[in-house]
C-alpha cells in the first residue's frame, strides 16, 4: 500500500510569485485535505477536496486555490506569495467522508523571500 | 481563539517510564480526538483516536483518554522509548464531514535512554 506522497520536498519562490504544490492521496482514499504549518505551530486546515470539488475550506484568502483530479491526486495553488506563506504544506488523505482519520504526507517547504 | 491547546511546549522522561500528554479544548462540538506524532522532516503519523462517546482507548503502548466534563484528553505512552522521542499533537474533528482538524500546538517529548 502507498502511503501520501507530496512533490516537490523543497521550494524557494519570491514575493509576488505563484506556486503549486502536488499530492498524491494514499491507495483507495478519495478525500484529501491541505494543511500549512508555520514553525512552532500545529497545522492549521486550508481546504478539503472530495470527488473533484471543494467541500470545506478554513480560514485563508481565496489566493489559496486547489483542485482533485479523476485519480485522487491534488494540487494546491498559492498565487501572489507573501513572506508569511512561508512554511509546511501538508496534504492529507482518507478513505471517504465518513471515515475520521486522515494519514499526512511528507509536506512540502515552502521559502518564500 | 485557540480552540485546542496543548500546554506544556516540551516533556522529558526516562526510558521505561510512563509519557503523559495533555491536551485541552474548548469546543463542546467536536465529535472525535486524535494523537499524531511528528519527526523532524516528516508529516504527522497517526497514533490513536478517541470518539467522544468513549472515555478511553488502547492501543499497546499508547492509551488515550477523555474527559469530556473537563474538555481534556490526555495519552499516555507506557514504556517510554527512546524512539517515542518526537512532537506530539492532538488534533480535534467537529461533527460533519468537512475534514477539518484543529490541531494543538505540539509536545515535544524526549525519552532519556
Known amino acids: 500500500e502507498t502511503g501520501v506522497t507530496q512533490s516537490p520536498t523543497h521550494l524557494i519562490k519570491t514575493r509576488g510569485q505563484q506556486v503549486t504544490l502536488r499530492c498524491s492521496s494514499q491507495?483507495?482514499?478519495?478525500?484529501v485535505s491541505w494543511y500549512q504549518q508555520a514553525l512552532g505551530q500545529g497545522p492549521q486546515f486550508i481546504f478539503q477536496y472530495y470527488r473533484e470539488e471543494e467541500n470545506g475550506r478554513g480560514n485563508f484568502p481565496p489566493r489559496f486555490s486547489g483542485l482533485q483530479f479523476p485519480n485522487y491526486s491534488s494540487e494546491l495553488n498559492v498565487n501572489a506569495l507573501e513572506l508569511d506563506d512561508s512554511a509546511l504544506y501538508l496534504c492529507?488523505?482518507?478513505?471517504?467522508?465518513?471515515?475520521?482519520?486522515?494519514?499526512f504526507g511528507p509536506g512540502t517547504r515552502l521559502l518564500v523571500l | 481563539d485557540q480552540q485546542v491547546k496543548q500546554n506544556s511546549p516540551s516533556l522529558s522522561v526516562q526510558e521505561g517510564r510512563i509519557s503523559i500528554l495533555n491536551c485541552d479544548y474548548t469546543n463542546s462540538m467536536f465529535d472525535y480526538f486524535l494523537w499524531y506524532k511528528k519527526y523532524p522532516a516528516e508529516g504527522p503519523t497517526f497514533l490513536i483516536s478517541i470518539s467522544s462517546i468513549k472515555d478511553k482507548n488502547e492501543d499497546g503502548r499508547f492509551t488515550v483518554f477523555l474527559n469530556k466534563s473537563a474538555k481534556h484528553l490526555s495519552l499516555h505512552i507506557v514504556p517510554s522509548q527512546p524512539g517515542d522521542s518526537a512532537v506530539y499533537f492532538c488534533?480535534?474533528?467537529?461533527?460533519?464531514?468537512?475534514?477539518?482538524?484543529?490541531f494543538g500546538q505540539g509536545t515535544t517529548l524526549q525519552v532519556k535512554p
Open positions: 492529507a488523505s482518507r478513505q471517504g467522508l465518513s471515515q475520521e482519520t486522515q494519514y
Open positions: 488534533a480535534a474533528k467537529s461533527s460533519g464531514n468537512t475534514g477539518k482538524l484543529i
Open positions: 491507495s483507495g482514499h478519495n478525500t
